[in-house]
């Protein structure tokens, strides 16, 4: 992710494209048992990793919003699986229902589109089925894990507008540099940001739901 981020912000993958790496790894590695630590590390690492690369006409604030945009949700996922596995497959299973859900929906249905400046090919009806899939998937959860059904689809929905919003964000930031893909890396698929953005987006929301609620998915029955 660090390199597509840097290669697509600056144009190449130099210094600040692999300390941004470096700084990821590391906060993933204390993310379980120091995730305070962590996100110090991402902290600083904001303010370092832009002034030492090369940059010409393009910004370096980029890369101050690609160390979050990278390092939070790692540190994220991480610290959610220390809480239980059941958090984590739930994030899991409610993206990829959005994304199946959404991409149904908008294929069959059609209709207004969401924001065709940005994404021209996602519809009101692609959320609309995004969030209905992701309800669904909440529910049956909730049904299995001891968790109200309701409640639990409420909040999948939920998710499902933040990973679709995470979509559409990595979606203008390729249109902004004027690009398709983040990379080509995964052939067929673009990049590892192209797939991963609405986890990116949902991962961080999910652990403030955890520090919240005081505990994982196990924790809030």
């Known amino acids: 992710m660090a390199w597509e981020w840097t290669r697509l912000c600056s144009g190449h993958f130099g210094s600040d494209g692999k300390l941004l790496a470096l700084v990821s790894v590391v906060a993933v590695i204390l993310g379980h048992a120091m995730p305070m630590a962590g996100m110090a590390l991402i902290a600083v690492a904001a303010l370092t990793v832009p002034w030492v690369g090369r940059w010409s006409d393009r910004s370096p604030l980029w890369m101050v919003a690609g160390?979050?945009?990278i390092g939070v949700p790692a540190l994220s996922l991480v610290w959610l699986r220390g809480l239980g596995s059941?958090?984590?497959f739930w994030l899991l299973l409610v993206v990829w229902a959005t994304d199946i859900g959404a991409y149904a929906a908008g294929r069959t249905i059609g209709g207004p589109k969401l924001m065709p400046s940005v994404s021209p090919k996602k519809t009101w009806a692609g959320l609309l089925g995004g969030?209905?899939?992701a309800a669904a998937v909440g529910a049956i959860v909730g049904f299995v894990d001891g968790f109200s059904p309701a409640v639990l689809a409420a909040l999948s929905a939920l998710l499902a507008v933040v990973a679709q919003a995470g979509d559409l964000a990595e979606s203008w930031v390729k249109r902004h540099f004027g690009v398709k893909d983040s990379s080509a890396i995964i052939p067929g698929h673009g990049?590892?940001?192209?797939?991963?953005?609405?986890?990116l987006a949902a991962s961080p929301v999910v652990a403030m739901l955890c520090l919240a609620l005081g505990g994982g998915l196990s924790q809030w029955r």
């Open 67 to 69: 160390t979050f945009y």
């Open 86 to 88: 059941d958090t984590v």
């Open 131 to 133: 969030m209905g899939s």
């Open 191 to 199: 990049g590892v940001l192209d797939r991963l953005d609405g986890l």
